[in-house]
């Protein structure tokens, strides 16, 4: 047997990952969606262990993220994601309750789990939906649609093969639940059979999940919006006073630029990962509602059109301010690299001056130290002269042949340059010195 990836048990495990339940009808779902931090998310793990304690049921390993339990009266899905848990409670509905739900008047969950337990759920309310899944001959579903549902905004289509019919409005009730009606048939192109109805079920509560994951990222998108209305007019305000600024005013235009680059990064980096997990969800949410393959019923929409018309706008506004930032951040880097231009040719044109003048100083120097070196061989003549003339005093009453005045005047002119050859060799070996 060859040696296999550590991960590789893990990493095949995830195509079998939420496998659809077998789900017969009549069936009630209630599904919520808790919207979690990574302590709300540890915290749903020990609520769930508190639940199936109480019905002698082994809480799932830490490292499980999705788990299913068969509890008195109810099964219970529980699932772990990245941002938010969600737990899902599926019963067989009584006939009572086919009987009301057909008159539009459905009774209250009735789960059979502890009151408190449900209402302490770790994390704050996503979205909750209420799905029945009840035989199309039980009930008159013509009624019961005009019953539950509003006029204005019910969806009908037809699914699973066009056996059955699906219908919700996505109203929010007082409860703050959202209704689902599934009308199952009994035969279609192919009957529905309990895994067909589970697909169902599961995509859509994925789609109504999905569709508020997705829509997190819509009030940062109206902040950005806004703020970014401001932000693109400062910005122009500061391109016209960079094209007409004086020397003086560049400094503090560069500092107003480099403020509101940091604003607008601060607010990319707080933003950009909202916006991508926005544009995530929602790409699960137009895979779910193609999976469901609905024909829509006559004079009804679908629910897929209804997404596409309530939802689309809302991510073409994430999108959009997510492009707006990057372009705006864009210019930015343009207009401060136009005023860094601006900068850099004025501190050129002061450094040219400056070497300018050091130059004429430099120039000045050499003349003055020309003149200096011709002051020192004058003085330096004069005194080594003199000292000649005191050797010659001496040197005559030893038979020296010249007269004082005779051998001063000679002197003069080979000391005067023997001093000069001897300055000069000076200042060319200090040259050569210092030259690399």
Same mark, same amino acid.
């Given at each position: ?15 079998? $990952?939420? =496998?659809?339940? +077998? &789900? ?12 979690? !931090? #990574? @302590? %709300? ?78 209402? $302490?759920? =770790?994390?704050? +309310? &996503? ?12 009930? !008159? #579903? @013509? %009624? ?100 007409? @600024? %004086? ?190």
């Amino acid at each position: 047997m060859l040696t296999p990836l550590p991960s590789r048990a893990d990493l095949h495990g995830e195509v079998h $990952a939420r =496998p659809p339940e +077998a &789900l017969e009808a009549p069936l009630a779902i209630v599904h919520y969606v808790m919207w979690a !931090d #990574g @302590a %709300a998310r540890q915290a749903s793990r020990a609520h769930l262990g508190e639940l199936l304690a109480s019905a002698g049921i082994e809480p799932p390993p830490d490292d499980v993220n999705f788990f299913r339990a068969r509890l008195p009266g109810l099964d219970l899905r529980w699932e772990l994601h990245t941002e938010f848990v969600s737990w899902t409670f599926l019963r067989e509905m009584s006939a009572d309750e086919i009987l009301a739900l057909g008159q539009g008047e459905p009774q209250a969950a009735d789960l059979p789990v502890p009151p408190a337990w449900r209402r $302490a759920l =770790p994390g704050h +309310a &996503l979205t909750q939906v209420d799905v029945w899944a009840v035989p199309r001959h039980a009930i !008159d #579903g @013509a %009624a019961a649609v005009r019953r539950l549902f509003d006029a204005g905004s019910v969806t009908g289509s037809t699914v699973i093969s066009g056996s059955s019919d699906l219908h919700t409005d996505m109203r929010l009730q007082a409860d703050g639940s959202i209704r689902v009606l599934v009308l199952v048939g009994e035969t279609a192109p192919g009957k529905v059979s309990p895994r067909r109805l589970g697909r169902l079920v599961q995509r859509l509560l994925d789609i109504e999940t999905y569709r508020m994951a997705a829509l997190m990222g819509l009030p940062s998108a109206r902040d950005t919006v806004a703020w970014l209305a401001s932000a693109e007019s400062d910005l122009a305000q500061l391109a016209e006073q960079v094209r007409d @600024a %004086a020397a003086a005013d560049e400094p503090l235009l560069l500092d107003r630029l480099t403020r509101l680059a940091a604003g607008l990064e601060s607010r990319y980096a707080a933003t950009h990962t909202r916006f991508s997990a926005s544009a995530a969800y929602f790409s699960l949410v137009e895979q779910r509602l193609a999976d469901i393959a609905e024909t829509r019923i006559e004079g009804m929409q679908s629910l897929h059109d209804f997404m596409q018309r309530r939802l689309l706008p809302a991510m073409h506004t994430c999108a959009s301010a997510d492009r707006r930032q990057a372009a705006l951040s864009q210019r930015i880097e343009r207009v401060s690299g136009l005023l860094r231009t601006r900068v850099e040719v004025g501190q050129q044109q002061s450094s040219r001056e400056l070497l300018g003048a050091m130059n004429r100083r430099q120039g000045l120097q050499l003349q003055l130290q020309s003149t200096v070196e011709g002051l020192s061989v004058a003085a330096i003549t004069y005194y080594v002269v003199g000292l000649i003339g005191y050797l010659v005093k001496g040197a005559q009453k030893l038979g020296w042949p010249l007269g004082t005045e005779v051998t001063t005047a000679i002197s003069v002119p080979l000391v005067a340059l023997g001093v000069w050859w001897m300055i000069k060799k000076v200042h060319h070996r200090i040259i050569g010195e210092h030259e690399p």
